[in-house]
């Protein structure tokens, strides 16, 4: 789990301080998620310790920090408003199992499947949420507070210029701290948005009886919940994968999520998952390992128990300001330079997912991103041609090029009239991949037009699973093949 030796002290010491900015960090997150969702603040303080405690001891990508993220929280409103927490602790737990599974199955690997342009439109919306957050917990505090955060903002940015001894954002967070507490200045603390103070998560099971009107209710939200937060995780490892670092392992994390969410729900806690603003102030801060996440939430529930006054005083102003700094390091500012000259259809498909995870849902956005990227795809390559058309005697010979699948089958079917060519016809596949059922569906079907028309037909270089896929097909498959076990579709 821990391999000590592979560190220098400077990486242990950089661990330890990075922990510390993540625990104070996730403070106001969880609170203030906790309070859109009509939840205790405690609970989702709680959340925030036991996922975050979990995912850095178990996930797969070291340095990445979970916690209670309002993606899950904006799922879990309606069923906390409607049906109380019982059925949110329930909605947890299932969700805890749907992600363990998930990963025992090796699901993980589909994340490979967002393409790009959904990445950087996840990573803008999630930067622009986050902002939007920020401002409006300053907004309305008057000039003190703007300028607070703008100091803030000045240290993280100037300070690793003087030394890197400590990481930016901490020394931003003890600078507008010192010069707040010492001058006594009017300015919004900590402790104004809640009472954090509290104790140690203990046992709880729901007290809702477990039913099948229970479960029908609870089931769709938890799978809701398993999804986006598997996905906001694993889009958050992709891009920690980007700033450096061993690759993560996206079937662990959702072992080790799942394991956590359960956890959760059995202590009295919501549901929660990988943050990616936490998670970047911890690499950036040296975070790169388990350490720094392990003393995250140890350092948070100590400040719950023991230490809530004094956190209490911290100026909300300076999380600001550090947050606001990882909006914009967090944006994919060159996804924007690169607008003018990436294809249309992928332009559109940043522009539409960045908004729909402003206004709407993540996973709403992602799965919205994968389905317009596939449509695109399919009509991009829905071309059949004939490449080459040979005569020799009553034989001609059609050279196709292109995949032959359900974009293109209709397509294939116009090439060929069956009636004015001579008798004998040859369909050379060696340049064309037969992808799917519908493929095949189009190949029987051209051949029982030929030999409705008293042709004959040969089809030559197809792969020996997609002569027995034709065979299967339909009653016209009876046909002569040429090169039986040269193979051009895949297994």
Request: glycine letters at 10%; proline letters at 4%; charged letters at 15%.
């Amino acid at each position: 789990m821990f391999n000590l030796s592979n560190f220098r002290l400077a990486d242990v010491k950089n661990e330890v301080l990075a922990g510390f900015v993540v625990a104070v960090s996730m403070i106001p997150e969880a609170v203030g998620f906790s309070l859109v969702g009509g939840l205790s603040p405690i609970v989702g303080l709680h959340t925030a310790f036991i996922i975050g405690l979990t995912t850095a001891l178990f996930g797969g990508k070291p340095g990445m920090v979970s916690g209670a993220a309002g993606s899950i929280v904006v799922v879990l409103m309606s069923l906390a408003a409607q049906h109380g927490m019982d059925y949110v602790l329930w909605a947890t737990i299932f969700a805890g199992i749907i992600q363990i599974l998930i990963g025992l199955f090796r699901l993980g690997k589909f994340i490979r499947l967002v393409p790009l342009p959904a990445i950087h439109g996840f990573v803008n919306g999630l930067a622009i949420v986050i902002m939007l957050a920020q401002l409006h917990m300053i907004a309305g505090h008057g000039v003190l507070m703007y300028g607070l955060v703008l100091l803030a903002i000045l240290v993280v940015v100037f300070f690793p210029r003087l030394t890197r001894a400590i990481p930016a954002s901490l020394a931003a967070l003890l600078v507008v701290s010192a010069l707040a507490v010492g001058l006594n200045l009017d300015t919004l603390r900590v402790g104004d948005l809640a009472d954090i103070s509290g104790s140690l998560p203990h046992f709880s099971l729901p007290m809702a009886p477990f039913t099948l009107e229970m479960l029908k209710v609870v089931l769709p939200y938890a799978l809701i919940i398993a999804l986006v937060g598997l996905i906001e995780s694993l889009l958050t490892m992709t891009v920690l994968d980007e700033m450096g670092g061993k690759k993560g392992n996206g079937n662990r994390e959702s072992l080790a999520q799942g394991a956590g969410n359960a956890i959760c729900g059995l202590f009295g806690c919501f549901a929660g998952c990988a943050m990616i603003g936490q998670s970047i102030i911890n690499f950036t801060s040296g975070g790169r390992g388990r350490i720094s996440g392990v003393v995250g939430a140890w350092l948070l529930i100590l400040f719950v128990v023991s230490l809530s006054s004094y956190i209490g005083v911290i100026p909300v102003a300076a999380l600001a300001g550090i947050m606001l700094v990882v909006c914009y390091n967090t944006f994919e500012w060159s996804s924007l330079r690169r607008l003018k000259r990436m294809p249309k259809e992928d332009a559109f498909v940043l522009l539409t997912v960045t908004l729909i995870t402003v206004f709407a849902d993540l996973a709403v956005a992602v799965i919205s991103g994968v389905i317009i990227s596939a449509l695109v795809f399919a009509w991009q390559h829905a071309r059949i041609t004939i490449r080459d058309k040979k005569t020799e005697s009553d034989t001609v010979i059609y050279s196709l090029e292109g995949p032959l699948f359900f974009g293109s089958a209709a397509a294939f079917g116009e090439l060929f009239q069956p009636n004015s060519d001579p008798q004998s016809i040859v369909l050379d596949f060696a340049q064309t991949r037969v992808m799917d059922s519908s493929g095949v569906e189009a190949i029987d079907k051209l051949t029982a037009r030929y030999l409705a028309a008293g042709k004959t037909v040969r089809l030559r270089h197809l792969s020996e699973d997609c002569v027995s896929l034709l065979r299967q097909a339909g009653p016209f498959c009876v046909h002569e093949l040429d090169d039986p076990t040269y193979r051009v579709a895949a297994d």
